[in-house]
């Protein structure tokens, strides 16, 4: 629960701090599989890696940035301008919409980002996918509380050049030990406010965002480190919790050996 990924969770996370497949570029609804073709990484990698979405500059009525439907300057490719709509639930108003490819790609443009117009629809599609897997992470935490069919999110804040504490103990790990833990930081942070309805109790969840191993075939995989915060001695234990049964759980299956074998 604590870490998961687009895929089957890698046991680490990869040392490629990118989110964007250099390499890869989907041809359909699936974000995960990509076909090869070459082309000039979105991502400007002289900057820190963070989210290219302006989180500070929220609308205070629907609590999301406010960004232009208007083609940029010098645009030359088409973008379409719907915004889809996620699963996640608002606080007592439907449902949470995210960025059209224009909106993101304006949200590139602003930020300096020169990004290649036909990579924003494979962009989005990935930044969409990564916060549907965030939101189940945080459901099955929730299940904990029997909070998980009533939870909705109520706001939230992209904080990617501000290191969560378990991200710079994990850093410090790949510094002792790079062969058994990353290097690499995350290349995006958010922390998510939820709001419980049956007792109207708001908790905070940090989500750290990962490149991780590619599978073979080349698709690339995304890892997810989805946790309460913290800041009250419920979060805590269920931290500890977790943490426990995860240990169990894998110290059974070493136990159990490989398939066909026996103990005496």
């Known amino acids: 629960m604590g870490q998961a990924a687009s895929q089957a ?10 989110p964007i497949p250099h ?23 002289s900057k820190p890696a963070q989210c290219p979405i302006d989180h500070e500059s929220i609308n205070p009525l629907n609590q999301m940035p406010s960004l232009a439907q208007t083609p940029a300057q010098n645009q030359s490719v088409q973008l379409p301008t719907q915004r889809t709509e996620s699963s996640i639930p ?44 965030a939101w189940e992470e945080v459901l099955k935490w929730e299940k904990r509380h029997n909070s998980a069919e009533d939870l909705a999110l109520t706001r939230f804040k992209g904080r990617p050049g501000d290191l969560s504490p378990k991200a710079r103990i994990l850093l410090f ?3 002792l030990l790079p062969s058994r833990f990353n290097s690499e930081p995350p290349f995006d942070r958010h922390d998510w406010i939820v709001r419980r309805s049956k007792t109207g109790e708001e908790v905070r969840y940090v989500i750290d965002y990962y490149s991780a191993p590619p599978e073979p075939d080349g698709s690339p995989v995304f890892s997810l480190d989805v946790r ?37």
């Not at 969770?9 to 990118?18: L, N």
């Not at 979060?235 to 490989?258: C, H, L, Q, Y």
């Open 9 to 18: 969770a890698p046991s680490q996370v990869s040392s490629s701090g990118c």
């Open 23 to 45: 390499e890869q570029r989907a041809t359909n609804s699936n974000p995960t599989k990509q076909n090869s073709e070459r082309g000039q990484c979105p991502i400007d990698h």
């Open 90 to 133: 608002r606080d007592g108003s439907g449902k949470w919409e995210y960025p059209s490819p224009q909106q993101f790609y304006n949200a590139l443009v602003r930020k300096g980002w020169e990004t290649p117009e036909e990579h924003v629809e494979t962009m989005v599609e990935i930044h969409n996918f990564l916060n549907e897997e």
């Open 173 to 175: 790990a790949g510094w």
């Open 228 to 264: 309460p915060a913290i800041d009250n001695f419920a979060s805590m234990k269920d931290r500890i919790a977790v943490a426990t049964e995860e240990v169990w759980a894998n110290f059974r299956d070493k136990s159990k050996g490989p398939p066909g074998s026996s103990t005496q």
